[in-house]
């Protein structure tokens, strides 16, 4: 089947950290991949996505890489902001199969001055 | 501005009441969804539509309804068999399969 599992948190970082969220996932075929940011009490924001192997996603300094030998698409920011502090989910959207959606539980991140 | 509009934006239910959430898009968008998030949780579906008059049912449909009567509109029923109804609940779109879903600002349940 398909799903997404996503490194638990929450994470808590310094100002100008590097940030690395770990997601792998589990699909057939060539899935879309996405990561998006929840701010407190808001909806989810589309932060960036990849849509074939290899392909990277990049935004306000986020990137992350489609990597399908590892089923992996990994979050990365080289120096992270107070302004980042938010919940990040991933998410999978499966190759010929509807609509749905597939997301990860979500990984907290709390970043300090 | 094109977006997704959810109301109210905090709810209060009493016991044995159906409450209605509302989500309108004008994104011009063929599939709407409902979705249901619990503290420190992901996202769990509800239902969904690909088409008006038309809906399926997601992970965790039991004690909810909807409609899909027009393109724009997607409303969520709360019915009072739902036993467990606290929760935050988010609309989504998207243009067809594959692509972006785009998300609502949510709706807070609560139960008096």
């Known amino acids: 089947g398909n799903s997404v599992t996503q490194m638990e948190g929450p994470v808590t970082l310094s100002e100008e950290a590097f940030l690395t969220i770990n997601c792998t996932y589990t699909a057939t075929g060539y899935p879309s991949l996405f990561w998006y940011v929840q701010y407190p009490g808001e909806g989810l924001q589309l932060l960036l996505k990849a849509t074939k192997a290899d392909d990277k996603g990049s935004n306000k300094g986020f990137e992350a890489t489609y990597r399908k030998e590892t089923t992996s698409f990994h979050l990365e920011k080289g120096s992270v902001q107070v302004s980042d502090s938010a919940v990040y989910f991933c998410a999978l959207s499966p190759q010929n199969t509807g609509n749905q959606f597939y997301f990860g539980t979500g990984t907290s991140l709390t970043v300090i001055p | 501005d094109g977006g997704i509009t959810q109301s109210p934006k905090y709810l209060f239910r009493k016991e044995g009441q159906n409450v209605t959430l509302s989500c309108e898009q004008n994104?011009?968008?063929?599939?709407m969804y409902w979705y249901r998030q619990d503290p420190g949780q992901g996202l769990r579906l509800i239902y969904y539509?690909?088409?008006?008059?038309?809906?399926q049912k997601g992970d965790i449909a039991e004690g909810y309804s909807v409609s899909r009567e027009k393109k724009e509109s997607f409303p969520l029923t709360v019915t009072s068999a739902q036993k467990n109804p606290t929760a935050f609940y988010l609309c989504?779109?998207?243009?067809?399969?594959?692509?972006?879903?785009?998300f609502g600002p949510g709706t807070r349940l609560l139960v008096l």
């Open positions: 994104l011009n968008h063929d599939a």
């Open positions: 989504a779109s998207n243009k067809r399969v594959g692509e972006t879903q785009y």
């Open positions: 539509s690909q088409i008006v008059n038309d809906f």
